[in-house]
Protein backbone atom coordinates (compact mmCIF):
# COMPACT_ATOMS: atom_id res chain seq x y z
CA UNK A 1 0.00 0.00 0.00
CA UNK A 2 1.15 3.39 -0.86
CA UNK A 3 -0.52 6.90 -0.04
CA UNK A 4 -0.39 10.12 -1.97
CA UNK A 5 -2.39 13.03 -1.97
CA UNK A 6 -5.12 14.51 -4.05
CA UNK A 7 -4.24 16.48 -7.25
CA UNK A 8 -4.56 19.93 -6.19
CA UNK A 9 -1.72 19.07 -3.29
CA UNK A 10 -1.08 21.53 -0.28
CA UNK A 11 1.22 21.54 2.73
CA UNK A 12 -1.80 20.48 4.83
CA UNK A 13 -2.17 17.20 2.37
CA UNK A 14 1.57 16.88 2.19
CA UNK A 15 1.61 16.19 5.89
CA UNK A 16 -1.53 14.50 6.69
CA UNK A 17 -0.72 12.06 3.80
CA UNK A 18 2.83 11.48 5.36
CA UNK A 19 1.05 10.83 8.92
CA UNK A 20 -1.52 8.43 7.53
CA UNK A 21 1.62 6.44 5.82
CA UNK A 22 3.25 6.16 9.24
CA UNK A 23 0.25 5.27 11.30
CA UNK A 24 -0.51 2.70 8.45
CA UNK A 25 3.01 1.39 7.89
CA UNK A 26 2.60 2.12 4.59
CA UNK A 27 5.51 4.68 2.09
CA UNK A 28 4.50 7.68 1.46
CA UNK A 29 4.88 8.86 -2.54
CA UNK A 30 4.51 12.29 -4.02
CA UNK A 31 2.12 12.93 -6.63
CA UNK A 32 3.77 15.32 -8.82
CA UNK A 33 1.07 16.04 -10.97
CA UNK A 34 0.18 12.23 -12.14
CA UNK A 35 -3.48 10.59 -12.30
CA UNK A 36 -3.57 8.10 -9.72
CA UNK A 37 -3.70 5.19 -12.23
CA UNK A 38 -0.06 6.59 -12.99
CA UNK A 39 1.26 6.72 -9.57
CA UNK A 40 -0.44 3.05 -8.54
CA UNK A 41 1.30 1.66 -12.18
CA UNK A 42 4.38 3.14 -11.50
CA UNK A 43 5.03 1.56 -7.80
CA UNK A 44 2.54 -1.73 -8.54
CA UNK A 45 0.78 -1.01 -5.33
CA UNK A 46 -2.97 -0.31 -4.17
CA UNK A 47 -3.12 3.75 -2.91
CA UNK A 48 -4.45 6.01 -0.47
CA UNK A 49 -4.99 9.00 -1.66
CA UNK A 50 -5.43 11.90 1.31
CA UNK A 51 -7.66 14.29 0.45
CA UNK A 52 -8.83 18.15 1.91
CA UNK A 53 -12.30 16.21 3.11
CA UNK A 54 -11.71 12.33 2.48
CA UNK A 55 -9.08 9.38 2.21
CA UNK A 56 -9.88 7.31 -0.95
CA UNK A 57 -8.53 4.08 -1.40
CA UNK A 58 -7.87 3.14 -4.78
CA UNK A 59 -7.42 -1.06 -5.59
CA UNK A 60 -4.43 -1.29 -8.16
CA UNK A 61 -5.59 -0.53 -11.50
CA UNK A 62 -9.34 0.52 -10.44
CA UNK A 63 -10.10 4.03 -11.64
CA UNK A 64 -13.34 4.12 -8.98
CA UNK A 65 -11.84 4.72 -5.29
CA UNK A 66 -13.56 3.37 -1.98
CA UNK A 67 -14.04 6.35 0.85
CA UNK A 68 -16.65 6.01 4.13
CA UNK A 69 -19.85 7.00 3.58
CA UNK A 70 -22.85 6.76 5.76
CA UNK A 71 -24.68 4.91 3.00
CA UNK A 72 -28.34 3.72 4.24
CA UNK A 73 -28.22 5.05 7.84
CA UNK A 74 -28.38 8.69 6.75
CA UNK A 75 -32.41 7.91 5.40
CA UNK A 76 -32.51 4.93 7.86
CA UNK A 77 -32.06 6.97 11.01
CA UNK A 78 -34.49 10.22 9.51
CA UNK A 79 -37.11 7.60 9.50
CA UNK A 80 -36.47 6.93 13.18
CA UNK A 81 -36.27 10.63 14.07
CA UNK A 82 -40.18 10.49 12.57
CA UNK A 83 -41.28 7.67 14.70
CA UNK A 84 -40.72 4.94 11.85
CA UNK A 85 -39.32 1.45 12.39
CA UNK A 86 -36.27 0.08 11.49
CA UNK A 87 -35.90 -3.79 10.50
CA UNK A 88 -32.42 -4.32 11.76
CA UNK A 89 -33.61 -2.45 15.38
CA UNK A 90 -36.66 -4.67 15.66
CA UNK A 91 -34.96 -7.48 14.81
CA UNK A 92 -32.32 -6.96 17.81
CA UNK A 93 -34.41 -5.32 20.16
CA UNK A 94 -32.10 -2.51 20.28
CA UNK A 95 -33.21 -0.28 23.39
CA UNK A 96 -31.18 2.47 25.57
CA UNK A 97 -27.67 1.53 27.44
CA UNK A 98 -27.26 -1.93 25.01
CA UNK A 99 -24.31 -3.46 23.97
CA UNK A 100 -23.26 -4.55 20.51
CA UNK A 101 -20.87 -6.67 18.47
CA UNK A 102 -20.77 -6.18 15.24
CA UNK A 103 -18.30 -8.73 13.29
CA UNK A 104 -18.64 -7.16 10.10
CA UNK A 105 -18.19 -3.72 10.35
CA UNK A 106 -18.26 -3.00 6.26
CA UNK A 107 -19.11 0.60 5.65
CA UNK A 108 -20.41 0.80 9.42
CA UNK A 109 -24.18 1.60 8.27
CA UNK A 110 -26.13 -1.05 10.96
CA UNK A 111 -23.65 0.39 13.60
CA UNK A 112 -24.41 3.44 13.03
CA UNK A 113 -28.28 2.72 13.47
CA UNK A 114 -27.54 0.72 16.46
CA UNK A 115 -25.31 3.64 17.76
CA UNK A 116 -28.13 5.76 17.51
CA UNK A 117 -30.70 3.27 18.64
CA UNK A 118 -28.49 2.70 22.02
CA UNK A 119 -27.71 6.36 22.72
CA UNK A 120 -24.95 7.56 24.82
CA UNK A 121 -25.15 5.17 27.50
CA UNK A 122 -24.85 1.85 25.13
CA UNK A 123 -21.76 0.53 23.58
CA UNK A 124 -21.50 -0.06 20.00
CA UNK A 125 -18.14 -2.40 18.95
CA UNK A 126 -17.00 -2.83 15.37
CA UNK A 127 -14.33 -5.46 13.99
CA UNK A 128 -12.96 -5.04 10.43
CA UNK A 129 -9.89 -7.20 9.44
CA UNK A 130 -8.87 -5.54 6.61
CA UNK A 131 -6.47 -2.34 8.34
CA UNK A 132 -6.89 0.15 5.54
CA UNK A 133 -10.63 -0.25 5.31
CA UNK A 134 -10.75 -0.55 9.30
CA UNK A 135 -8.53 3.19 8.75
CA UNK A 136 -10.47 4.84 6.81
CA UNK A 137 -13.78 3.78 7.81
CA UNK A 138 -12.55 4.82 11.23
CA UNK A 139 -11.63 8.15 10.20
CA UNK A 140 -14.88 8.60 8.68
CA UNK A 141 -16.92 7.88 11.63
CA UNK A 142 -15.17 10.66 13.55
CA UNK A 143 -15.21 13.47 10.88
CA UNK A 144 -18.26 12.98 8.14
CA UNK A 145 -20.96 15.73 8.93
CA UNK A 146 -24.13 14.08 8.19
CA UNK A 147 -25.60 17.64 8.98
CA UNK A 148 -28.16 15.53 12.04
CA UNK A 149 -26.62 16.04 15.19
CA UNK A 150 -27.76 13.13 17.04
CA UNK A 151 -26.23 11.36 13.70
CA UNK A 152 -22.96 12.78 13.92
CA UNK A 153 -23.02 11.51 18.21
CA UNK A 154 -23.92 8.32 16.96
CA UNK A 155 -20.91 7.97 14.84
CA UNK A 156 -18.54 9.41 17.08
CA UNK A 157 -19.25 6.85 19.63
CA UNK A 158 -18.35 3.64 18.10
CA UNK A 159 -15.00 2.16 18.32
CA UNK A 160 -13.72 -0.16 15.87
CA UNK A 161 -11.21 -3.05 16.16
CA UNK A 162 -8.96 -3.86 13.10
CA UNK A 163 -8.83 -7.64 13.72
CA UNK A 164 -10.18 -10.84 12.71
CA UNK A 165 -13.61 -11.39 13.92
CA UNK A 166 -13.33 -14.67 15.52
CA UNK A 167 -10.00 -14.04 17.10
CA UNK A 168 -11.64 -10.69 18.76
CA UNK A 169 -14.92 -13.14 19.65
CA UNK A 170 -12.01 -16.13 21.50
CA UNK A 171 -10.74 -13.01 23.56
CA UNK A 172 -13.84 -12.05 24.74
CA UNK A 173 -15.67 -13.15 28.42
CA UNK A 174 -18.24 -14.90 28.40
CA UNK A 175 -21.72 -12.89 28.25
CA UNK A 176 -19.51 -9.30 27.30
CA UNK A 177 -22.36 -7.99 24.71
CA UNK A 178 -25.89 -7.95 24.45
CA UNK A 179 -25.90 -8.67 20.84
CA UNK A 180 -23.62 -10.30 18.78
CA UNK A 181 -24.59 -9.50 14.93
CA UNK A 182 -23.34 -10.98 11.14
CA UNK A 183 -23.73 -9.52 8.12
CA UNK A 184 -21.44 -11.55 5.66
CA UNK A 185 -22.86 -10.09 2.95
CA UNK A 186 -20.10 -7.03 2.87
CA UNK A 187 -19.45 -7.90 -1.27
CA UNK A 188 -23.49 -8.18 -2.41
CA UNK A 189 -24.60 -5.51 -0.01
CA UNK A 190 -21.60 -2.85 -0.48
CA UNK A 191 -19.59 -4.06 -3.49
CA UNK A 192 -22.62 -4.35 -5.75
CA UNK A 193 -24.63 -1.77 -4.32
CA UNK A 194 -21.93 0.88 -5.00
CA UNK A 195 -20.29 -0.39 -7.85
CA UNK A 196 -17.02 -0.83 -6.80
CA UNK A 197 -16.27 -4.11 -7.42
CA UNK A 198 -12.26 -3.59 -7.40
CA UNK A 199 -13.22 -3.59 -3.40
CA UNK A 200 -13.07 -7.38 -4.05
CA UNK A 201 -9.56 -8.09 -2.80
CA UNK A 202 -10.16 -5.86 0.18
CA UNK A 203 -13.40 -7.73 1.57
CA UNK A 204 -13.27 -10.56 4.02
CA UNK A 205 -14.46 -13.53 2.51
CA UNK A 206 -14.76 -15.10 5.38
CA UNK A 207 -17.98 -16.72 6.09
CA UNK A 208 -20.38 -18.20 9.39
CA UNK A 209 -18.38 -20.96 10.63
CA UNK A 210 -19.69 -23.34 13.79
CA UNK A 211 -16.90 -21.93 15.99
CA UNK A 212 -17.62 -18.67 15.21
CA UNK A 213 -21.73 -19.06 16.01
CA UNK A 214 -19.77 -21.23 19.52
CA UNK A 215 -18.27 -18.20 20.20
CA UNK A 216 -21.26 -16.07 19.22
CA UNK A 217 -23.23 -18.08 21.79
CA UNK A 218 -20.69 -17.17 24.71
CA UNK A 219 -20.07 -13.87 23.97
CA UNK A 220 -23.84 -12.33 23.37
CA UNK A 221 -25.97 -12.19 26.55
CA UNK A 222 -29.37 -11.50 24.98
CA UNK A 223 -29.42 -12.73 21.37
CA UNK A 224 -27.52 -13.43 18.18
CA UNK A 225 -28.94 -11.38 14.82
CA UNK A 226 -27.68 -12.67 11.27
CA UNK A 227 -28.43 -10.44 8.21
CA UNK A 228 -28.33 -12.62 4.91
CA UNK A 229 -29.87 -13.45 1.53
CA UNK A 230 -33.05 -14.54 1.52
CA UNK A 231 -32.46 -18.06 0.39
CA UNK A 232 -29.40 -18.20 2.64
CA UNK A 233 -28.68 -22.23 3.60
CA UNK A 234 -26.80 -20.21 7.46
CA UNK A 235 -30.47 -19.47 8.57
CA UNK A 236 -31.35 -23.27 8.95
CA UNK A 237 -28.10 -24.34 9.31
CA UNK A 238 -27.21 -22.11 12.72
CA UNK A 239 -30.91 -22.39 13.90
CA UNK A 240 -31.68 -18.59 13.60
CA UNK A 241 -35.74 -17.99 13.55
CA UNK A 242 -35.86 -15.74 10.45
CA UNK A 243 -37.74 -12.61 10.28
CA UNK A 244 -38.84 -12.47 6.64
CA UNK A 245 -40.01 -9.43 5.22
CA UNK A 246 -42.01 -9.63 1.96
CA UNK A 247 -40.15 -8.34 -1.13
CA UNK A 248 -36.45 -8.38 0.21
CA UNK A 249 -33.59 -9.36 -0.78
CA UNK A 250 -32.19 -10.20 2.64
CA UNK A 251 -33.94 -11.36 5.51
CA UNK A 252 -32.40 -11.16 9.76
CA UNK A 253 -32.48 -13.95 11.41
CA UNK A 254 -32.54 -14.28 15.47
CA UNK A 255 -31.01 -16.54 18.10
CA UNK A 256 -32.86 -15.21 21.54
CA UNK A 257 -30.22 -16.58 24.44
CA UNK A 258 -31.99 -19.21 27.00
CA UNK A 259 -31.50 -20.99 29.88
CA UNK A 260 -31.35 -23.86 27.17
CA UNK A 261 -29.47 -22.75 24.75
CA UNK A 262 -26.77 -20.69 27.05
Same mark, same amino acid.
Given at each position: ?????????????????????????????TRRKRSVLSVMEAEQEDCIVVGKNRLELYPLGEETPFFFHPNSSMFRIKRLLKGEKDPFIEAAQLEAGMSILDCTLGLASDSIVASFAVGETGNIVGVEGNPYLAYIVNKGLKQWNSGIDVMNEAMRRIT???????????????????????????????????GIRGLTKFASAEGLSTEMMK #???????? *???? /?? %? !??????? #???????? *???? /?? %? !???????????
Open positions: MIVTTAGRTTEDMIEKAKQTALELESRYVIQQNDSLDVLRKLNDKSFDCVYFDPMFEETILESD #QAHRVARK *RIIL /KD %H !FRSSRFA #QFYFTVHR *RKSA /KF %H !FGVIEKTENNI
